[in-house]
């Protein structure tokens, strides 16, 4: 199968990360368990712009080169790898190409990375994560954001669903819910079986 995954808090820790460069320089005690929105300028109280700046900031830090993986995720992904074409699907804006990249080199050495940057998180505009996966040809798409996830099923793109703050009261009768990466292999397992499911 051909398996779209999103990067940021399903790779890569962002959140947790951020809040610790966000909260040390605006002085708050900011948690991720906090955050029911995925646009978390909408919880610090932040315009857009404001935030999309905090980000950019972010990334031009040394903290950003140090983000750590997400628990289990890039063990998961060379087994995945050993079946699968893998293919990260992000909404990072093409300007964090190269930082993206070395960061999945690090990381994710031992494969080569196909990344697709649609730029729409800082944007809210670009080609929707749901067109890229029909475009692609994607099987399967793994994802943090609900209506990411539902958009694709609603292409007949089978939909993974990582729980987080954010989406934990999000709910579509097409898409996969799981909590970690171990539920994430066993979903991915399931639909190789029951493609039509």
Same mark, same amino acid.
């Given at each position: ?23 040390? /320089?605006?002085? !708050?005690?900011?948690?991720? &368990? ?5 646009? =978390?300028?909408?919880?610090? *109280? ?59 080199? /690090?990381?994710? !050495?031992?494969?080569?990375? &196909? ?5 729409? =998180?800082?944007?809210?505009? *670009? ?12 099987d399967v798409m793994i994802e943090d954001n609900g209506k990411y996830a539902s958009d694709c099923a609603e292409k007949g793109i089978h939909s993974i669903l990582i729980t987080q703050p954010w989406n934990k009261d999000f709910t579509h009768p097409k898409v996969i819910r799981v909590s970690d990466w171990k539920e994430i292999i066993n979903a991915v397992s ?8």
């Open positions: 199968m051909k398996i779209g995954i999103d990067i940021d808090d399903v790779i890569f820790e962002f959140l947790n990360s951020f809040l610790d460069f966000y909260n040390n /320089k605006k002085g !708050k005690k900011f948690l991720k &368990e906090q955050f029911s929105s995925y646009y =978390f300028w909408e919880i610090t *109280g932040e315009t857009r712009e404001e935030g999309v700046k905090l980000v950019d900031e972010f990334h031009n830090s040394n903290l950003f080169d140090s983000v750590p993986p997400m628990k289990e995720s890039m063990n998961s992904l060379r087994e995945l790898s050993k079946l699968h074409e893998l293919i990260f699907i992000t909404s990072r804006p093409l300007s964090y190409k190269e930082k993206t990249l070395k960061w999945l080199k /690090k990381n994710f !050495k031992d494969n080569p990375q &196909e990344v697709v940057f649609t730029g729409d =998180f800082h944007t809210g505009k *670009g080609k929707p994560k749901a067109k890229i996966c029909a475009d692609l040809g994607i399931f639909l190789s079986e029951n493609p039509h499911a």
